[in-house]
């Protein structure tokens, strides 16, 4: 059984950085696309960044500029380096994949933006 594990959650300033990590593991292989997602209170999962095994990326307008997507294919992981962080950006951020056709997610790692 393949899985995703998030890391790299937690609590900052208005401004400031951080950055996620997702390893996959288990029976997952020949990841296409590699994302993250996110889940604020209230709201529903949106997405915020995406790149396939090709290097191809896409992210949603409201990070552009902020935020960059990376992945190291050969170690099944992708970052998601998140600067100028606003409060609008608190939210559970869950890490996606997709592989021969099957979706799979993360248990999410919260990041809190707060002053």
């Known amino acids: 059984q393949g899985q995703l594990v998030e890391s790299g959650g937690g609590l900052v300033q208005p401004g400031e950085s951080l950055r996620l990590s997702c390893v996959a593991s288990?029976?997952?292989?020949?990841?296409?696309?590699m994302g993250w997602y996110r889940q604020a209170p209230g709201k529903q999962r949106e997405l915020v960044a995406r790149i396939f095994n090709v290097g191809t990326k896409n992210y949603a307008d409201f990070v552009k500029g902020r935020f960059t997507i990376s992945r190291e294919n050969a170690e099944n992981t992708v970052y998601l380096q998140m600067n100028s962080l606003k409060p609008e950006d608190t939210a559970v951020y869950y890490c996606?994949?997709?592989?021969?056709?099957?979706?799979?997610w993360g248990k999410g790692t919260l990041v809190t933006v707060s002053s």
């Open positions: 996606n994949a997709v592989s021969y056709g099957m979706e799979y």
């Open positions: 288990g029976n997952i292989f020949n990841i296409n696309v």
